[in-house]
């Protein structure tokens, strides 16, 4: 059961820190073309589109946490 949540955390892991590098990333670009007059269909849709990103990445690094602790719990077991 630890190798699966082992797999798990390192998976979910992964891909929120990179969904959260990738959102923050996309809502700077963003920023900065709000900095420069942009229109606003532009900025505002890719900093909703980085925002959600963001947050999908959060999510994904909490199921990471999540899985962290089931193998701290079944190390502490053993």
Do not use: P, Q
């Amino acid at each position: 059961m630890e190798k699966k949540y082992r797999k798990l955390w390192f998976r979910c892991g992964a891909i929120g820190c990179t969904l959260i590098g990738t959102g923050l990333s996309v809502t700077l670009d963003a920023l900065a073309h709000r900095l420069n007059d942009a229109d606003w269909c532009v900025w505002a849709g890719e900093g909703t589109a980085g925002l959600v990103v963001f947050m999908v990445g959060l999510a994904f690094f909490g199921d990471a946490v999540r899985y962290r602790v089931h193998i701290d719990r079944a190390n502490s077991a053993s």
